[in-house]
């Protein structure tokens, strides 16, 4: 006996493959034919939140940066795959869910991201981590707003702090905002750090930090201090 779900699940798949006749797609992830994300890519998608430190940050993590994961959030950032992002929000959820089931004050918590420079913004015509907030299923405040530097990807330790040193300010005053703040990749935590002091700065609280997934270090933790 069909069940609903997995007649659900047949039918998803007869209608992806009519929709890919009309309009041809690769897998954000691997290239595969057919499918914005395919099976394989989805299941390494799958949600594994996990703590993640950095000096002077703790935040969660919904994926770690690494293989088919990291092929899909760069298709989604720079290559303009808008479609992946359903298939990755479900991580960045999960981040959420676990940065806001640890002790925190009650009260209201506001979605705070941490955006994209108007530069690149214009370059790719939609800011990916808002873009993904919603597809979470959330609203993110207008808090921050990013100055211009230098793209992160490809920089050192010591390069990533300069360059996230002070690039961030907060668009109003904050006080008495608390905020979960959302990024989409966690590297050395430069730039959360740098953004979490300017929502202080403003007088608001940064109550916890959701990432969509983490870098792995090459190195351990405790040399990034040096």
């Known amino acids: 006996m069909t069940t609903t779900g997995s ?3 047949v ?16 897998c954000a992830g691997c290239g595969a034919p057919d499918r914005s994300v395919c099976g394989a890519c989805r299941a390494a998608l799958e949600p594994a939140a996990a703590p993640v430190e950095r000096p002077g940050i703790r935040a969660w993590a919904g994926l770690s940066y690494a293989g088919a994961a990291a092929r899909a959030i760069r298709s989604f950032k720079d290559d303009g795959r808008t479609d992946a992002a359903p298939a990755l929000a479900p991580a960045l959820r999960a981040a959420l869910a676990a940065a806001c089931a640890e002790p925190v004050r ?27 907030v919603r597809h979470a ?17 490809g920089l050192g330790r010591a390069e990533r702090r300069a360059n996230a040193a002070r690039s961030l300010t907060a668009v109003r005053p904050l006080s008495g905002g608390r905020f979960v703040l959302v990024d989409d990749v966690v590297t050395t935590g430069s730039t959360l750090a740098d953004a979490v002091r300017a929502i202080r700065s403003a007088g608001g609280d940064v109550a916890a930090i959701a990432v969509l997934a983490q870098t792995p270090l090459r190195v351990p933790e405790h040399h990034l201090n040096g």
């Open 7 to 9: 007649a659900a699940g």
């Open 137 to 153: 299923g959330f609203r993110s405040a207008n808090v921050l707003r990013a100055l211009d530097r230098a793209d992160q990807a």
């Open 106 to 132: 009650p009260g209201r918590l506001e979605v705070a991201v941490v955006p994209s420079t108007a530069a690149a913004r214009r370059a790719r015509g939609y800011d990916p981590v808002r873009l993904l």
């Open 11 to 26: 039918l998803r798949e007869a209608l992806l493959d009519a929709l890919a006749l009309v309009l041809p797609v690769a």
